[in-house]
């Protein structure tokens, strides 16, 4: 059976190495490297798909667990599934629902047969096996889905980590085999914690296991960053996404060290905030200083809200709580994220990516950063 | 001084003696009948301006006790006044703040002077008089400003109705007299509750003043609606403005009676609780009945919620809390309404206003009205 996901690898920078590609997906082609907007709940928040389209989004990812929970699955899938459901007809992303599980904390019981949990919207008892996460996801009907993994907390011992990683790749095999969707491609998820030695084993075994693209998992929950940095031993050939990661300077280190794929629900959080992403740092906009500043969130912004309101107003929503702010704010930093995106790729087309990098960090305060 | 906005007649329906007209302002000619969306913060709730332009608006509202208190008068002068900041340059219209004050109710005290009251939002000590209302709207740069009345509560007793319609008379004096922004219109407010000989006495009293157009006031505070039908004996060359009304039943029997203006906020308020305006009265979308339905909030309608999403997917958002769910409401409730002000002017102009009236209320069930 061929393979619904294929990776081609275009170029790669002679100054720095990072890669260039695209990935061939049933709803489309997606240049990588690329920054997936998060739709949790079938939308992504405070935004409408032919916005999505607008700002230059290539693909979203939805989650799982939300979407099991309400509206649940069958109503997707009777709806002709996700794309359909949601007006998007580009390719889609969805989670495996384990990081969510591993999330909840005090809710949940983890045993070999899945996770255990109660549903944070009404109490009720849930559970979610490798196969169930396979079945909803193929009702969900996205062009990628993700391997149910075991998550660990940050920080935990080595014996914690290493149980997580073997049962991991235990489910990711009862993934792959419960998986059958054609039009879908299954990627796995790399755990291991923060332990080099880990990382690089679980690396090689999922690679072995020879899935169409990877998951590099547990790097988002708090650790510091740099020890992210030298966790990637995955196939060359194979698109690699670093789960839950979307700051500027990680779209820099991640992409320097070879990751293809990011995703990150922080510009559209901290945008329902008042806080706006900049070249100069983290902007909070809903400030005070801002009443009667009347120049655009960002200067040379392409974006709608850059192009057609000021700081003032974009405040005065904010503090009206109007919907309307929160809106304007999710448009820029969506926008600023996959435009720096862009960049970066033009960057690495050009064999200039450090010099890029060496730009950007000039001017990004990081006493500023996310 | 020429006055910055005229009102021309162009056609009475010959089955109806409904008016078809135009309002000429400076920011552009408006057909009459029209509904005005409700911007009451300076932006229509969930709404941008270049989806108000969409569904073809015309004009909006804006309160100005509301933009008084927050961001105040001085920061949207400074912007530009209202159109800059907002980015609307299309017309718009400011009420006075008269019937906001009035709303407060025990907040508020009124003396022939003007209105103390505490502010909604803070509890500080305010005071508007028809002469700063005057300044507030003349800061903002409405096309048109509304003068500053006194509401009365229904029901109310004959005597506080004169004496309110008295003072309103006093006040509308005042205003004209302090207003004299030469790009900005002022519309005199009719008064006398539900009293029919003290809203004659108070519309000829209104139009010997001679003001460009007029405000039909204190007839939606909860009165029962046949009240109001009566009391429209205006000027014939004046446009007539029926403040604060806007359902399907009241734009064909406002119309039937010689009204040619129309706010509510009532579209964009109930939107974004789930419900919708359909041809057969209130749709609840939220509730459970839609969860499993495909179709659009309407079939037929051209808004892009109903070209792009269905029931079962707006409820899905909307159970869910996510912004968007009330953004498509939004987009279609507005849309509802300016359709149906663009057939009622159509019906008009090819003299079968009676018959478009008569099929509308087949079609509608009374029981699901507003």
Redesign the interface.
Known sequence: MSNPVTFELLHTCKQSGARLGVLHTPHGDIPTPIYMPVGT???V??????EMEEINAKIILSNTY?LHL??GED?VR??GGLHQ???WHHPILTDSGGFQVFSLSELRKITEEGAAFRSHLDGSKQFISPEISMDIQQALGADIAMAFDVCSAYPCDRKTAEEAMHRTHRWAARCKKHHTRSDQALFGIVQGAFFDDLRIESAKTLADMDFPGYGIGGLSVGEPKPVMYDMLHLPKNKPRYLMGVGTPDCFLEGVLRGVDMFDCVLATRIARNGTCFTRNGRLVVRNAAY??D?TPIEEGCDC?ACQ???R??V???L??E???????TSIHNLRFLIRMMEEIRQAILEDRFLDYRKEFYEKYDLTRNF
Request: aromatic share 12%; no cysteine; proline share 5%.
């Open positions: 709940q079938a939308t928040k405070a935004m409408t798909p032919r939300h309400r509206p109503i009777e709806a459901f949601m007006d009443a009667h009347f709608y057609h309101f000021s003032a107003y405040r005065h929503l503090k009206a109007e919907i309307t702010g929160g809106r304007l």
